[in-house]
């Protein structure tokens, strides 16, 4: 008889029955050691039968402890229907013996209702731990039969996988109860943190068990793809990759087996964030909730080596990195939608888009590779360069990286966007997730080291701008930077520096959250602005300092620097309406805001303006100071000659000379003043010029008020009439900015109109005193200084 055994066919053994073979009998030679794995497969399996009889031992056990608990629970309810059979025959006896009966029955009734309360309670925790002991045990039958398939002597998968999905529904249905109990009986803490205890044991069991079933299919589908047609991505033809796209080319039962445990994994996963939101109740849930795709991670994590391998002959050529993530990134983030979608759907999983998970996945792959072996070396070349004081290529190369992170994460988010997948800018926490540049959260002071590089970039390319006179006399056209019409006169050396500081708005943009954004602004926007203001100053102390402003030269110097400073004030205040600015502005309590270490002292839970409201005031006390300046300047000019009128008291006693019509000593002083106004009018801007014309009409106001009219002087009719010839020339000189120059000459006005009022009219104005004076629209001048007025009026020639 032949003793010789027929080995079943391969085609119906399992695939670890398959592998197993393969490992231990590859020739010949290996099956001398048959007998020792024989001997070793039977002790293996004395092993499992001997645990097989304990958990036998253990549910007889369960058993007999649920009878004796039962038969007890069976005694408080037959206990529970006696009594019940009692109160119903004491209420049928109340009726025939009366009061005595109804007494005894009014006291015992309260406490028979409380105890048929606390058998139905005691009989709801009984069936709920009943049912959960049940939910339990299949939970933990389920998980050990799944990690002990492997070394089954039969292995199915079919029923494998059937019996990973019987342990997610237990664990669907024990966490339904649980929430019931947490709602409904949250005393019963104890049975939930006895439940919870296990579940968490198989949960700790099972999932690194998908996973590492899920690494196997992906290792058998051929993923990682290869990227040999990949390590030069600057040949990027923009054409997809389906063809060497494994999830795209499987079929048959390996994808059936790669779906099933992809959906299972998302399933564990819903189950998890389900925990999570009961546990947490009441907590800050979102933080905790949200975690990345866990089934995305596993497909991610194996190109992210594959690509490291890649990237390391890549140190001095960085933008091939970002070329190549983007490049993949691309390539596979339709088959997220078309294929892995619609199974993170069918798990139930809301909140989670397959696409928006593996773009994030990928780019956080490359934030930590940027993390850990690119930035530190950086900043040690700095650091080296720093003791040593030789000069190397760290800081410009810091730079160019900064650089390509900005350009790739413009890509990545309108990868994102383009594909449907709607991020809002308000939501820092979004922008994170697709931002290399997210390398900044963790490490604030390397963001402090790229802004103090930034910044000394910046000021070196001001320098020369600054530096050119030519660009400080050629004035910007038309309104340039503002939406409005206005045109500030402004020299163009105010639009470079804004356009370097729009550059780094535009720069802090990029970053991924409001904190970031504005600690970079603050540290790299303040100082351009305080650095221009400086510029200004500089040049208006020079010009003060040369001449004090006696010359046309000084003048305009000083006009087009005010120019700049209202035209710079003007382009902060509308930038501060826009959106970014107001995030800054109402996020206030990060401590990045003021701990910028910017030039000025910066309170932002004070700010009503935006993060540059010092700045802002800054330029706009720069501007009235100085045109303030200017008014004062012209005052003194005009007021020097105009000395000798203002000291002539004789000639408001006697006739003119024939032919003047004006006094000649004030001729000098008005071809003096409008000479400079000319000036200033060609030069200053016109919401500047408004406030000069009128503070200087209000200085010679004063000055002519208290040099004439308060002088102690006799005024006769003659003089009278000379004075008021004398003021509408004034009056003609202010008449080109305004359609009644005599309102903004209040005192000499009103003082001119008291003199012209007749003797009797006088009279009564002595007499009327402040009654008098406001029915007479006399308002700018007090009593007394009108009864000076009036006294000094002589009537006669």
Same mark, same amino acid.
């Given at each position: 008889?032949?003793?010789?055994?027929?080995?079943?066919?391969?085609?119906?053994?399992?695939?670890?029955?398959?592998?197993?073979?393969?490992?231990?009998?590859?020739?010949?030679?290996?099956?001398?050691?048959?007998?020792?794995?024989?001997?070793?497969?039977?002790?293996?399996?004395?092993?499992?039968?001997?645990?097989?009889?304990?958990?036998?031992?253990?549910?007889?056990?369960?058993?007999?402890?649920?009878?004796?608990?039962?038969?007890?629970?069976?005694?408080?309810?037959?206990?529970?229907?006696?009594?019940?059979?009692?109160?119903?025959?004491?209420?049928?006896?109340?009726?025939?013996?009366?009061?005595?009966?109804?007494?005894?029955?009014?006291?015992?009734?309260?406490?028979?209702?409380?105890?048929?309360?606390?058998?139905?309670?005691?009989?709801?925790?009984?069936? =709920?731990?009943?049912?959960?002991?049940?939910?339990?045990?299949?939970?933990?039958?389920?998980?050990?039969?799944?990690?002990?398939?492997?070394?089954?002597?039969?292995?199915?998968?079919?029923?494998?996988?059937?019996?990973?999905?019987?342990?997610?529904?237990?664990?669907?249905?024990?966490?339904?109860?649980?929430?019931?109990?947490?709602?409904?009986?949250?005393?019963?803490?104890?049975?939930?943190?006895?439940?919870?205890?296990?579940?968490?044991?198989?949960?700790?069991?099972?999932?690194?068990?998908?996973?590492?079933?899920?690494?196997?299919?992906?290792?058998?589908?051929?993923?990682?793809?290869?990227?040999?047609?990949?390590?030069?991505?600057?040949?990027?033809?923009?054409?997809?990759?389906?063809?060497?796209?494994?999830?795209?080319?499987?079929?048959?039962?390996?994808?059936?087996?790669?779906?099933? =445990?992809?959906?299972?994994?998302?399933?564990?996963?819903?189950?998890?964030?389900?925990?999570?939101?009961?546990?947490?109740?009441?907590?800050?849930?979102?933080?905790?909730?949200?975690?990345?795709?866990?089934?995305?991670?596993?497909?991610?994590?194996?190109?992210?080596?594959?690509?490291?391998?890649?990237?390391?002959?890549?140190?001095?050529?960085?933008?091939?990195?970002?070329?190549?993530?983007?490049?993949? =990134?691309?390539?596979?983030?339709?088959?997220?939608?078309?294929?892995?979608?619609?199974?993170?759907?069918?798990?139930?999983?809301?909140?989670?888009?397959?696409?928006?998970?593996?773009?994030?996945?990928?780019?956080?792959?490359?934030?930590?590779?940027?993390?850990?072996?690119?930035?530190?070396?950086?900043?040690?070349?700095?650091?080296?360069?720093?003791?040593?004081?030789?000069?190397?290529?760290?800081?410009?190369?810091?730079?160019?990286?900064?650089?390509?992170?900005?350009?790739?994460?413009?890509?990545?988010?309108?990868?994102?966007?383009?594909?449907?997948?709607?991020?809002?800018?308000?939501?820092?926490?979004?922008?994170?997730?697709?931002?290399?540049?997210?390398?900044?959260?963790?490490?604030?002071?390397?963001?402090?080291?790229?802004?103090?590089?930034?910044?000394?970039?910046?000021?070196?390319?001001?320098?020369?701008?600054?530096?050119?006179?030519?660009?400080?006399?050629?004035?910007?056209?038309?309104?340039?930077?503002?939406?409005?019409?206005?045109?500030?006169?402004?020299?163009?050396?105010?639009?470079?520096?804004?356009?370097?500081?729009?550059?780094?708005?535009?720069?802090?943009?990029?970053?991924?959250?409001?904190?970031?954004?504005?600690?970079?602004?603050?540290?790299?926007?303040?100082?351009?602005?305080?650095?221009?203001?400086?510029?200004?100053?500089?040049?208006?102390?020079?010009?003060?300092?040369?001449?004090?402003?006696?010359?046309?030269?000084?003048?305009?110097?000083?006009?087009?620097?005010?120019?700049?400073?209202?035209?710079?004030?003007?382009?902060?205040?509308?930038?501060?309406?826009?959106?970014?600015?107001?995030?800054?502005?109402?996020?206030?309590?990060?401590?990045?805001?003021?701990?910028?270490?910017?030039?000025?002292?910066?309170?932002?839970?004070?700010?009503?303006?935006?993060?540059?409201?010092?700045?802002?005031?800054?330029?706009?006390?720069?501007?009235?100071?100085?045109?303030?300046?200017?008014? =004062?300047?012209?005052?003194?000019?005009?007021?020097?000659?105009?000395?000798?009128?203002?000291?002539?008291?004789?000639?408001?006693?006697?006739?003119?000379?024939?032919?003047?019509?004006?006094?000649?000593?004030?001729?000098?002083?008005?071809?003096?003043?409008?000479?400079?106004?000319?000036?200033?009018?060609?030069?200053?801007?016109?919401?500047?010029?408004?406030?000069?014309?009128?503070?200087?009409?209000?200085?010679?106001?004063?000055?002519?008020?208290?040099?004439?009219?308060?002088?102690?002087?006799?005024?006769?009719?003659?003089?009278?009439?000379?004075?008021?010839?004398?003021?509408?020339?004034?009056?003609?000189?202010?008449?080109?900015?305004?359609?009644?120059?005599?309102?903004?000459?209040?005192?000499?006005?009103?003082?001119?109109?008291?003199?012209?009022?007749?003797?009797?009219?006088?009279?009564?104005?002595?007499?009327?005193?402040?009654?008098?004076?406001?029915?007479?629209?006399?308002?700018?001048?007090?009593?007394?200084?009108?009864?000076?007025?009036?006294?000094?009026?002589?009537?006669?020639?």
């Amino acid at each position: 008889m032949d003793a010789t055994l027929t080995l079943p066919p391969s085609t119906t053994l399992s695939s670890p029955a398959v592998t197993f073979l393969n490992d231990r009998l590859n020739d010949l030679q290996d099956l001398e050691h048959a007998p020792s794995i024989v001997s070793e497969l039977q002790s293996q399996c004395l092993d499992l039968e001997n645990s097989l009889a304990d958990l036998n031992s253990r549910l007889e056990s369960s058993l007999l402890g649920y009878a004796s608990f039962s038969d007890r629970i069976h005694g408080l309810i037959t206990g529970t229907t006696s009594e019940l059979s009692d109160l119903d025959s004491l209420t049928a006896g109340s009726s025939v013996y009366g009061g005595g009966k109804e007494k005894a029955l009014a006291e015992e009734l309260p406490e028979l209702a409380k105890e048929v309360a606390r058998v139905k309670i005691v009989r709801d925790y009984a069936d =709920t731990a009943l049912k959960l002991v049940t939910l339990v045990g299949d939970i933990e039958d389920a998980v050990a039969f799944v990690m002990n398939r492997n070394l089954h002597k039969r292995p199915a998968p079919e029923s494998s996988e059937d019996m990973c999905f019987h342990a997610i529904e237990a664990l669907e249905k024990t966490e339904d109860v649980l929430t019931s109990i947490t709602k409904k009986q949250s005393q019963w803490t104890r049975l939930v943190s006895v439940v919870d205890d296990r579940v968490d044991r198989a949960l700790a069991t099972l999932r690194p068990q998908q996973i590492a079933d899920q690494r196997i299919l992906l290792t058998s589908l051929g993923w990682p793809p290869p990227l040999s047609s990949l390590s030069s991505p600057i040949r990027d033809t923009g054409e997809s990759s389906e063809a060497s796209n494994p999830l795209f080319t499987m079929q048959g039962d390996l994808k059936h087996k790669y779906c099933e =445990t992809f959906r299972a994994l998302c399933r564990l996963q819903e189950l998890q964030m389900r925990r999570k939101a009961r546990q947490l109740e009441g907590h800050n849930r979102e933080i905790a909730l949200h975690q990345p795709l866990w089934a995305i991670e596993e497909l991610v994590n194996p190109i992210s080596v594959a690509c490291q391998r890649h990237f390391s002959k890549w140190e001095d050529k960085p933008e091939f990195i970002f070329a190549l993530v983007y490049k993949i =990134t691309r390539d596979y983030v339709d088959t997220m939608d078309e294929l892995l979608q619609p199974l993170v759907d069918k798990a139930r999983l809301v909140g989670y888009s397959c696409r928006e998970e593996w773009i994030s996945a990928m780019v956080t792959s490359l934030s930590t590779y940027l993390a850990k072996e690119v930035f530190p070396v950086y900043i040690g070349q700095m650091e080296e360069e720093h003791v040593s004081g030789v000069q190397s290529q760290a800081r410009i190369s810091l730079l160019h990286l900064v650089d390509l992170m900005i350009s790739f994460d413009q890509r990545v988010l309108s990868l994102a966007t383009h594909s449907g997948v709607l991020i809002s800018i308000q939501e820092d926490r979004n922008l994170q997730k697709f931002s290399s540049l997210s390398v900044f959260c963790d490490r604030p002071d390397w963001l402090d080291l790229w802004a103090e590089i930034e910044l000394s970039d910046t000021l070196a390319k001001l320098k020369a701008e600054s530096d050119d006179e030519r660009k400080w006399k050629v004035k910007v056209q038309g309104a340039a930077l503002l939406s409005g019409p206005e045109n500030y006169k402004s020299p163009i050396v105010s639009s470079a520096f804004l356009q370097h500081l729009s550059l780094v708005i535009d720069r802090c943009r990029s970053l991924p959250t409001t904190s970031l954004r504005c600690r970079f602004a603050r540290l790299v926007g303040a100082p351009i602005i305080h650095r221009f203001l400086d510029s200004l100053l500089r040049r208006c102390q020079e010009a003060e300092g040369l001449t004090a402003l006696t010359d046309d030269e000084g003048l305009i110097k000083v006009a087009n620097s005010a120019n700049a400073a209202h035209y710079f004030e003007s382009v902060l205040k509308e930038w501060c309406e826009d959106v970014l600015f107001l995030e800054m502005e109402f996020d206030r309590d990060d401590p990045f805001f003021n701990d910028t270490g910017a030039k000025g002292p910066f309170d932002m839970s004070m700010s009503t303006g935006g993060i540059f409201e010092v700045e802002i005031k800054e330029l706009e006390r720069f501007r009235k100071e100085w045109v303030e300046k200017i008014s =004062t300047v012209v005052l003194r000019g005009f007021e020097a000659d105009s000395r000798e009128y203002l000291k002539n008291k004789k000639q408001w006693q006697e006739k003119r000379e024939d032919g003047w019509t004006v006094s000649k000593h004030l001729v000098g002083a008005l071809d003096y003043l409008q000479a400079k106004m000319a000036v200033i009018e060609e030069n200053l801007n016109s919401i500047d010029f408004v406030s000069v014309w009128r503070s200087l009409a209000s200085g010679i106001d004063r000055a002519l008020f208290n040099g004439i009219f308060m002088s102690s002087v006799k005024f006769y009719d003659s003089g009278v009439e000379s004075l008021s010839n004398d003021l509408e020339v004034l009056f003609g000189a202010f008449r080109a900015w305004c359609l009644r120059p005599e309102g903004f000459f209040p005192k000499s006005s009103e003082g001119l109109k008291l003199l012209k009022m007749v003797k009797k009219q006088q009279e009564f104005g002595v007499i009327g005193g402040e009654n008098w004076m406001k029915e007479n629209g006399v308002r700018h001048i007090s009593v007394s200084e009108a009864e000076k007025i009036l006294k000094s009026r002589m009537f006669g020639s």
